[in-house]
């Protein structure tokens, strides 16, 4: 069993960064393939960015490629989002989701993930 707790939402004005971090709980965090999502008011959940297990492997939307950046440090159990040049159209609520223990390909659907973290609100204003 893994719980997530995630931080570090605000409003921020375009252009500018925030920080996301995801603490688990639980021994086995450094075997999880850790991702974000979002969701937007109205719309579906929406894959962000995952890193594998082993810090291996990353993938990210074409949406946020070259602005956001994944990393985790196993040794304290956490995940970050780094997120910068942030435009009107990446509000939406972020989650944090650990999944698939030891697997190093692509992890891109909510239904791959089995641990979900409560969400944290990220409001770009233009």
């Known amino acids: 069993q893994v719980q997530l707790v995630e931080s570090g939402g605000g409003l921020v004005q375009a252009g500018g960064s925030l920080r996301l971090s995801c603490v688990a709980s639980?021994?086995?965090?450094?075997?999880?393939?850790m991702a974000w999502f979002r969701q937007a008011p109205g719309k579906e959940r929406e894959f962000v960015s995952f890193?594998?297990?082993?810090?291996?492997?990353?993938h990210y939307a074409d949406s946020v490629k070259g602005r956001f950046t994944i990393s985790r440090d196993n040794a304290k159990n956490t995940v970050a989002l780094q997120m910068n040049s942030l435009k009107p159209e990446d509000t939406a609520v972020y989650y944090c989701?650990?999944?698939?223990?030891?697997?190093?390909?692509?992890?891109?659907?909510?239904?791959?993930?089995?641990?979900w973290g409560q969400g944290t609100q990220v409001t770009v204003s233009s």
């Open positions: 989701a650990a999944g698939a223990p030891w697997h190093t390909g692509l992890l891109l659907t909510t239904s791959q993930y089995d641990y």
């Open positions: 890193i594998s297990w082993n810090n291996g492997n990353t």
């Open positions: 639980g021994r086995t965090f450094s075997s999880y393939t």
